[in-house]
């Protein structure tokens, strides 16, 4: 089978085509992982450590190779895809040296004599299922903390992400990674679930939609296995007040436009206070008009096509629906390809699909409101809970905003703003766990209580 296909999607043209595992070469991953986890997890934490560092240092040397895969693979703008290799480096030497920290036991008080720890030990074999949009970070955020605790990897990636997957795995094999610890796979679905009710494998982990989300967990659950899920989003960008409107609009039109607006964690509904309003929309749809499309190669191309051409093809269809429904289109709207315009909708109300879908592309829909108490409601009433921006003059009604968001992030007058040690993750249909920072190393460990009596 050719499954796994990389389409350039700027171009349309197909590239290259990798057949799927078979059955005999999934069940060989799956001893050797198992088999490389009783010596991995037996290996110091410090030569743990210091292979997933030199991970780290082979992202960077060998940064311009990993950006072009992934322009190639799904389209992103060759500045952006080079910051993505740069940001899992980040990710992954963090990891390497926080080793200590996420492995080190945690003293316990108690109220009798001795002492009592909890001890963090690895699971075993951990299945990745991740997605397209950011096929290096997402890997570096989940391989990175669970290879340093001592679990091994299998991952399997994206169809359409073949070669960058194989430039990853080839990086942790030169970096010394015993064989079986971390082993790439190109599945199909049904192998997939295979894998997921393996007696061998301990925990499983996925970005993706919430249909992926809920067909694996389905699956965990009925094996009584560890999931962990990222999944979709529709962020509020929340503004109230600001000094800087123009400021708070760049802001905006950055938090949506982000690869080419397929970040689940990107700001997707805009929700304005009406003093604001007007002026708002004009400037903001100002910028997200002024977004230069093009070929992802090309210097100063910010927007480049969807992933393919599928991708594409769903979001006209749901900006189609919406204006049929009655949303008012204010710019953008267009598909060449698998290319689609900048795009700014109003009128959105409660009774059309478009409320509550998530739009992964460079669509941003625009929202009036009277003040703070419509606004919090507006930014809860979504199925999603995964980040949020909150842009406000008055600190303390950002502390209150904060506090009543339902989501499992709150960024304050910033965006763009992840860094390793903060967790990302989020609530509701966004998913149920967390990754990077400290937080990301405590989802597939075994918090092993240690009591010493007197």
């Known amino acids: 089978m050719t499954d796994y296909t990389v389409v350039n999607p700027a171009t349309g043209e197909t590239l290259a085509s990798y057949p799927t595992n078979t059955d005999a070469e999934v069940q060989d991953a799956l001893a050797a992982a198992h088999a490389a986890f009783q010596d991995w997890r037996g290996k110091p934490v410090a030569e743990r450590a210091e292979i997933v560092r030199r991970v780290a240092q082979l992202h960077r040397e060998r940064r311009d190779e990993l950006a072009a895969i992934i322009a190639r693979e799904m389209g992103k703008p060759l500045a952006d895809a080079e910051g993505e290799v740069d940001f899992a480096a980040d990710i992954t030497e963090y990891y390497a040296d926080h080793a200590d920290k996420i492995t080190g036991d945690q003293p316990v008080d108690i109220l009798g004599e001795g002492t009592a720890v909890i001890r963090r030990s690895p699971l075993g074999v951990l299945l990745g299922i991740m997605p397209w949009n950011y096929p290096y970070y997402q890997v570096a955020r989940f391989a990175a903390p669970n290879l340093v605790i001592g679990n091994t990897i299998l991952l399997k990636h994206a169809p359409q992400c073949p070669e960058s997957a194989a430039a990853i795995e080839k990086i942790y094999r030169d970096a010394g990674i015993p064989d079986g610890a971390y082993v790439g796979l190109r599945l199909t679905n049904d192998q997939a679930a295979v894998v997921v009710a393996d007696p061998r494998v301990q925990g499983v982990s996925v970005t993706g939609s919430e249909r992926a989300g809920a067909a694996v967990a389905e699956i965990?659950?009925?094996?009584?296995?560890?999931?962990?899920?990222?999944?979709?989003?529709?962020?509020?960008?929340?503004?109230?007040?600001?000094?800087?409107?123009?400021?708070?609009?760049?802001?905006?039109?950055?938090?949506?436009?982000?690869?080419?607006?397929?970040?689940?964690?990107?700001?997707?509904?805009?929700?304005?206070?009406?003093?604001?309003?007007?002026?708002?929309?004009?400037?903001?749809?100002?910028?997200?008009?002024?977004?230069?499309?093009?070929?992802?190669?090309?210097?100063?191309?910010?927007?480049?096509?969807?992933?393919?051409?599928?991708?594409?093809?769903?979001?006209?269809?749901?900006?189609?629906?919406?204006?049929?429904?009655?949303?008012?289109?204010?710019?953008?709207?267009?598909?060449?390809?698998?290319?689609?315009?900048?795009?700014?909708?109003?009128?959105?109300?409660?009774?059309?699909?478009?409320?509550?879908?998530?739009?992964?592309?460079?669509?941003?829909?625009?929202?009036?409101?009277?003040?703070?108490?419509?606004?919090?409601?507006?930014?809860?009433?979504?199925?999603?809970?995964?980040?949020?921006?909150?842009?406000?003059?008055?600190?303390?009604?950002?502390?209150?905003?904060?506090?009543?968001?339902?989501?499992?992030?709150?960024?304050?007058?910033?965006?763009?703003?992840?860094?390793?040690?903060?967790?990302?993750?989020?609530?509701?249909?966004?998913?149920?766990?967390?990754?990077?920072?400290?937080?990301?190393?405590?989802?597939?460990?075994?918090?092993?209580?240690?009591?010493?009596?007197?």
Request: aromatic share 8%; glycine share 10%; proline share 3%.
């Open 220 to 454: 965990a659950g009925r094996n009584l296995k560890k999931v962990a899920l990222e999944l979709g989003g529709s962020d509020p960008f929340i503004l109230l007040s600001t000094d800087d409107l123009d400021a708070a609009v760049e802001s905006a039109v950055n938090a949506r436009l982000d690869n080419t607006g397929q970040a689940c964690n990107a700001a997707k509904r805009f929700i304005v206070s009406e003093d604001l309003y007007d002026e708002f929309l004009a400037k903001f749809t100002a910028g997200m008009t002024a977004a230069r499309t093009g070929d992802p190669f090309a210097e100063g191309t910010r927007l480049g096509p969807l992933s393919s051409l599928a991708a594409a093809e769903r979001l006209d269809e749901q900006v189609q629906r919406a204006v049929a429904q009655g949303a008012t289109l204010v710019a953008g709207g267009k598909r060449d390809g698998a290319f689609f315009e900048s795009t700014v909708l109003t009128g959105v109300t409660k009774d059309m699909d478009a409320y509550r879908e998530e739009f992964f592309g460079p669509v941003g829909v625009v929202y009036k409101v009277s003040g703070e108490n419509e606004a919090v409601a507006l930014a809860n009433d979504t199925p999603f809970g995964l980040g949020s921006y909150v842009f406000t003059t008055d600190t303390e009604q950002a502390a209150r905003i904060a506090d009543k968001i339902d989501a499992g992030m709150v960024y304050v007058n910033i965006v763009q703003a992840d860094e390793p040690g903060l967790p990302f993750g989020g609530v509701k249909r966004s998913g149920t766990s967390r990754e990077m920072g400290l937080l990301a190393a405590d989802e597939f460990v075994n918090k092993k209580l240690i009591r010493v009596g007197p």
